[in-house]
């Protein structure tokens, strides 16, 4: 014992452990609780006080908070709905569900086609085509550069000028294009074509055993079999062949003039239809961004060693360059489709019945300021985090692939 | 090994014979870039015949066949039927020499229009001196001050002889270009205090918040902050207190800006090596020293071109302030457009529009790409 | 400066008896007006182990890169096995299959294990059936002498590991002829050894060999012939002793000069 006290740096040691804070701005931690009471505080203060001045300014204005107005009768007209509404009828919480389909039925479809679009117009930027890649990066260019506000009310005001509907573009029966949007012959659905549907479904999960089964055969003699001719007997043939063994009903739903108006056949709205192509085209561009730059970041030597191994140009591309190029690709696409979804409430400025117009439209109409915001972004935060945790997975998946 | 090197280089070599006729040279290039493979061909000559129509197409419905301007009947009205005439077969420039006051500058005392057209340029110099590298010091800080004071002067008056004119009169270009420029004023150094608190490991608190903030922000749409803003602010404010509607888009646009901003920010502070923020340390610099003079010049400068990105990003955002009524550059173009004589000739009116935004877009997206080359060259070295 | 000798120093085959398994016959290339190889004209026998040396620029890795068509000539002939190299597809495959190349920067796949990596080709080109690829691909690893590495993915690996890799790979193919682009220069130092000497393994079991390097030890080990190039031609070749011993001309008493005092 008595050498250890003679070391001095183990005597100050036994002195020196020390537990808890002590009150001196020299302690780091004291100085961390303070610096985090007084902003904590500052910011609670001013919620307190924003709250404060809300609920006076609430009882001012005789306005009663909660969401006991969600059951009352909306009386908002709404365009065009994917579910049955009346507005004489229907409550608000109607109404907003409402809303909430329409932007995921913009979202969804503009997801899909802004990224078909937009891998499309990336790979022609990295055409040898030189006409094609300028056109392209043009494009990219150009699009990028102007807001999609502007864009929306440039493709509404080129839908507004089409003819009124009496004198229509048309392609025979099949489709007409007029100032109120587009019309278009559907087949009346029987029960041919639910079986037909149900075909379809037996042979797409029949031509992914015949996927797995050839792979198999592969493994084992070497010899790849071609996929595409099972595919194309079960995916089409079979439904096909199910929907002419029940007589092949053939009912077509024929858009008719009536009065001002069609009536019949399907139907897409000049509002649907300006803020679907404005979001896609917006989007594809930077979305063609995203896929060329993931196809550049694959090094020139991954390609040149697959060649010199003999693969050939289709093999490498799936085999080797894509897997590696979407690592790159997932995680800004994720933040594209989360614009596209978060764009979609742009419609309000065309007139397209989106969730944010009708609880905008909602919230005038009630005063319920607070709930309207809160629904919004309550159904925004959900869309957000959904896309998110399904792209996190996604990404998690191919990520496993390599490491 | 420089000087053999470079006699060993077969570029210094001097060419001794010309490569093979046909690999070099406009047609070889074409061959090449235009007439590669039957699928290259095709593709330039469907491309090429689209592109030659659409072209004479558009000469001819711009300029060719334009309306340049109409007459004026005795009420002042203008006199339209000519565009009518020419409707999908030339364009109606009239309705831009009629409007264009209206669309660049709003409302504002048309005899005093000279003064929000001062602060357009003013703005425009700005963002010139700050885009010059040797400019980057910290006087910038101060003509920033000076300049945006300077407009502010202008735009109200009411000093220097100068009439007042409410902000509810402003509108057109000025407004789009105070949005972005506040916007960015401000929202700048909220994301730099914010990016620091989301990295901080010692305030768990502060982080917390920062963390809120940012993905709250991020999660919804602007227009729904617009919203938000325009009908919850006033419900936040005492009564009696009122805060126009310029100021309260400028508010939603800081605080939607400086959420993505902050996070851009962040990227920065994280890509910055370890051993630099522990250099500060060994060195006994304080937190806000170390950060002031260490991290945060190298952090910002690794991210000047998605900075810039954001930037364009946000000046594109600007327009959505109409979805509340603000008078900014699109709004008053749809005003324009609402005159009865004018309706008709949208196109016109947005093509101008596009090219006013693509004139700033594309000139902050040159610059950024321009800066990127250099400071990666700098970096190189 | 001007060496007429190397018109005439066309490369002499080792062993004349042989048919040459690569041929060139007066290849030029341009990139652009840029004349990166003017008449090279080679001929390497079967078993034959070629080392091509010279300065950086010399044009001669764009002319191992000719022999698998990884680059194209635009005059001249080159005929590997048989087979004239031109742009039928067919050609190209036949090549391909025959030729095993190996990189300076290893250009493993990094998304697919290190076993992966050696049977994709074997399954997909040479249509081998999965088990047989493993064994193949497992036999090779233990010959480069890391087997127990073949779950792991190229990035888990040091540089010399994944260069023996891409050896291994390139080998599961097969190959008649292997090229070897500067295979160790981006190595460090204590990791070129164990590549060189996988290298030499595989020059003695009697494998043809055309090998761009640096490594004069190596060359003076296995080489039958030293191939000096600069400015995009042939400057001379010959055995590597007479080469390092005896330079017949200027260029490569420099070269030979600037490689010993960086050593």
Known sequence: MSDLTADPRLVGARVAPKKGLRLSWSDPLFRAIVWQVVIVGAVVALVWYLVGNTNRNLAARHIATGFAFLQRVAGIPIGESPIAYDPAVNTYGTALLIGILNTLRVAAVGIVLATILGTLIGIGRLSGNWLLARLTSFYVETLRDIPLLLQLFFWYSILQALPPPRQAWHIGDLLYLSNRGARYQQLTWGPAYSWALGGFVVGLIATIICSRVIRRRQDQTGQRMPLWPFGLLFMVALPLAIWALLGAPFQPDVPVLRGFNYQGGGAVSPEYFALLVGLVTYTAAYIAEIVRSGILAVPQGQWEAAGALGLHRRRILTRIVLPQALRVIIPPMTSQYLNITKNSSLAVAIGFQDIVSIAYTTLNQTGQAIEGVAIIMAVYLTISLSISLFMNWYNARIALVER | ?381 | MSQAVSEHIVAHLADTSAPPIIAMEKVNKWFGSLHVLRDVSLAVAEKERVVVCGPSGSGKSTMIRCINRLESHQEGRIVVDGTELTDDLRSLDTIRREVGMVFQSFNLFPHLTILENCTLAPIWVRKMPKADAEEVAMNFLSRVRIPEQAKKYPGQLSGGQQQRVAIARALCMRPKIMLFDEPTSALDPEMIKEVLDVMIELAESGMTMVCVTHEMGFARQVADRVVFMDRGEIVESGAPERMFSDPQTDRLKLFLSQILRGH
């Open chain 2, 1 to 381: 090994m420089g000087e053999t090197a470079a006699t060993a280089d077969p570029r210094y070599a001097g060419v001794r014979e010309q490569p093979p006729a046909g690999t070099t040279g406009p047609w070889a290039w074409a061959k090449t870039n235009l007439f590669g493979s039957w699928w290259s061909t095709a593709v330039t000559l469907v491309l090429g015949y689209l592109l030659l129509r659409f072209a004479v197409e558009f000469v001819s419905w711009a300029l060719l066949h334009a309306i340049w301007s109409v007459p004026y009947d005795a009420q002042g009205r203008p006199d339209n039927t000519a565009c009518h005439n020419a409707k999908g077969i030339g364009a109606c420039w009239a309705v831009i020499s009629d409007k264009y006051r209206l669309i660049l500058f709003g409302r504002y005392p048309y005899a005093e229009q000279w003064r929000p057209a001062v602060c357009v340029v003013l703005f425009v110099g700005l963002y010139v001196v700050s885009a010059m590298r040797r400019f980057w010091r910290k006087e910038l800080a101060l003509v920033w001050v000076v300049t945006l004071v300077l407009i502010g002067v202008l735009m109200w008056g009411g000093i220097l002889g100068l009439s007042y004119v409410p902000e509810d009169d402003w509108g057109g270009l000025p407004i789009t270009l105070i949005l972005a420029t506040f916007g960015l004023a401000f929202a700048f150094p909220l994301a730099i205090l914010v990016a620091l608190g989301r990295r901080s490991t010692r305030l768990p608190a502060v982080k917390l918040l920062c963390v809120l903030y940012v993905e709250l922000i991020r999660g919804v749409p602007l227009v729904a902050l617009l919203f938000m803003a325009s009908v919850m602010f006033p419900l936040f404010m005492p009564e009696g207190v009122n805060i126009n509607k310029l100021l309260r888009a400028q508010i939603a646009i800081i605080l939607f800006a400086g959420a993505y901003l902050a996070e851009v920010v962040r990227g920065g502070l994280q890509a910055l090596p370890r051993g630099q923020a522990e250099a500060a340390d060994a060195l006994g610099l304080s937190y806000w020293k170390k950060t002031g003079f260490i991290i945060l010049p190298q952090a910002l400068r690794l991210v000047i071109p998605p900075l810039v990105n954001t930037f364009i990003g946000f000046f594109k955002d600007t327009s959505l302030v109409l979805i509340i009524g603000t008078f900014d550059l699109l709004y008053m173009g749809k005003i324009a457009l609402s005159d009865p004589p004018w309706q008709a000739f949208s196109t016109e009116v947005y093509l101008m529009l596009a090219v006013i935004y693509i004139a700033f877009c594309f000139a902050m997206s040159v610059y950024s790409r321009g800066l990127e080359r250099e400071l990666a060259r700098a970096h190189r070295r």
